[in-house]
């Protein structure tokens, strides 16, 4: 457990934390100190792994930092205004990320439900309460989108009550646009199958004084990432913040243009009747998630980058060693942007189905979870390991794919 002095330091670095915590960040320091060490996981029978695979939200997404676990801990202990809080934060996360304003979400899909939310209603607070009902309103109703866009994020566009049109050519966008369209929608993750691009959408999008939002929820790294979309002039932008940046699982963020996200919050916690009641943040969530992106974003992200570059020639340098066994690593160039070891092997030299490897190494002590692939293949990224388990990720799949070779 991290000592009370290194808390300490960690904690003064916060600026916005210390206003917030009446006693300071001592006392911060000392509750998570002091915290029980009950192991519930054992004592439900939770299994617990080593992350081999990445950040999927079935997995958990990442693991805290320590000055965001600090963090949360500190502010469970005193009560604040959760408007304040939001408002303060903001300001910090929005001169961060190059917007104009910004708010904690519950998570990405939060974000992109209420920045539509803002976009529809306006700060008009009998909108606010209609939807998800738009008839008889006078709130426009459809988002375009690109057809290979479509791959089901954006439902939570449609818990607006908007509809969603397709298009895939700038021909097919110019007839779709019409006095019904609210906002043009772009998901970063797929721009690779869209025939449009970001500048186009944008530019087609302010000709006809249409919003833009971008959805890139797992688009971090590069950190540029997050304050190139606000650069590049789209109205909203949403990110999940309990991937890469390692805040609180459930926490996201939207930014952008001030009068969107005004709007968007009188869809939030803590007023009620309205679509985003449900989707509430609390104050720890918050906080933690404004030091996950002060963190992130301050961090030597070179030396990150080699540090996962050596794990995975960890266990490459393991696996190839059996024969019949195939190794190539990549870096997805959209979307989990961190070295990606692929494995595969011969069949014929191997008689070890993808799916029985996957078994084995979860029912293993440590239970190891990789992400399968098709015709023998498994891939692997070392970014959520902690220290060390590289080598015991290498060490199990290399005895497993041994015990194989025909």
């Known amino acids: 457990m991290i000592n009370r002095r290194d808390l300490i330091k960690h904690l003064s670095t916060v600026p916005l934390l210390g206003g917030f915590l009446g006693n300071g960040t001592a006392e911060a320091a000392d509750l998570l100190v002091k915290a029980p060490v009950r192991n519930l996981a054992k004592e439900l029978g939770i299994r617990t792994f080593i992350n081999a695979a990445g950040t999927y939200t079935m997995m958990t997404g990442s693991l805290m930092q320590d000055d965001v676990v600090a963090t949360i801990q500190g502010a469970a202990k005193e009560f604040m205004m959760l408007d304040e809080v939001q408002t303060k934060v903001g300001e910090k996360i929005a001169a961060i990320t190059h917007a104009e304003s910004a708010v904690v979400t519950a998570g990405c899909f939060s974000a992109l439900t209420l920045g539509l939310a803002g976009v529809l209603t306006g700060m008009d607070p009998k909108k606010v309460e209609a939807l998800p009902h738009l008839e008889g309103t006078g709130m426009k109703s459809e988002v375009i989108i690109q057809k290979g866009h479509n791959i089901g994020y954006s439902h939570a566009l449609t818990n607006t009550g908007c509809k969603i049109v397709q298009v895939e050519t700038v021909e097919d966008l110019q007839k779709a646009i019409n006095e019904k369209t609210a906002l043009m929608w772009?998901?970063?993750?797929?721009?690779?199958?869209?025939?449009?691009?970001?500048?186009?959408?944008?530019?087609?999008?302010?000709?006809?004084?249409?919003?833009?939002?971008?959805?890139m929820a797992a688009d971090v790294p590069p950190v540029e990432n997050l304050w190139r979309f606000n650069d590049l002039g789209f109205d909203l932008v949403c990110v999940s913040g309990g991937k890469a940046m390692r805040g609180p699982q459930s926490a996201g963020i939207l930014m952008g243009k001030k009068q969107y996200i005004d709007a968007a919050?009188?869809?939030?916690?803590?007023?009620?009747?309205?679509?985003?009641?449900?989707?509430?943040?609390?104050?720890?969530?918050?906080?933690?998630?404004?030091?996950a992106?002060?963190?992130?974003?301050?961090?030597?992200?070179?030396?990150?980058?080699?540090?996962?570059?050596?794990?995975?020639?960890?266990?490459e340098n393991a696996v190839k060693s059996v024969k019949g066994v195939v190794t190539e690593v990549t870096v997805p160039e959209l979307g989990n942007h961190t070295p990606t070891l692929k494995v595969s092997w011969d069949a014929a030299k191997i008689s070890l189905p993808v799916k029985t490897l996957q078994e084995s190494l979860r029912k293993g002590n440590p239970s190891i979870e990789v992400m399968p692939g098709e015709n023998n293949s498994l891939t692997i990224t070392t970014w959520m390991l902690k220290a060390g388990e590289e080598k015991i990720v290498a060490s199990r799949l290399k005895e497993e794919l041994s015990k194989a070779v025909v």
């Open 186 to 215: 772009f998901l970063h993750i797929q721009s690779d199958k869209g025939q449009i691009n970001h500048e186009k959408w944008i530019e087609i999008a302010k000709k006809n004084g249409i919003p833009t939002m971008i959805d």
């Open 265 to 291: 919050r009188l869809s939030m916690p803590p007023r009620g009747s309205t679509i985003g009641r449900g989707m509430k943040v609390n104050k720890e969530e918050i906080l933690g998630m404004y030091v």
């Open 293 to 315: 992106l002060d963190n992130f974003v301050k961090m030597d992200h070179k030396k990150e980058w080699k540090i996962w570059e050596d794990r995975v020639a960890t266990i």
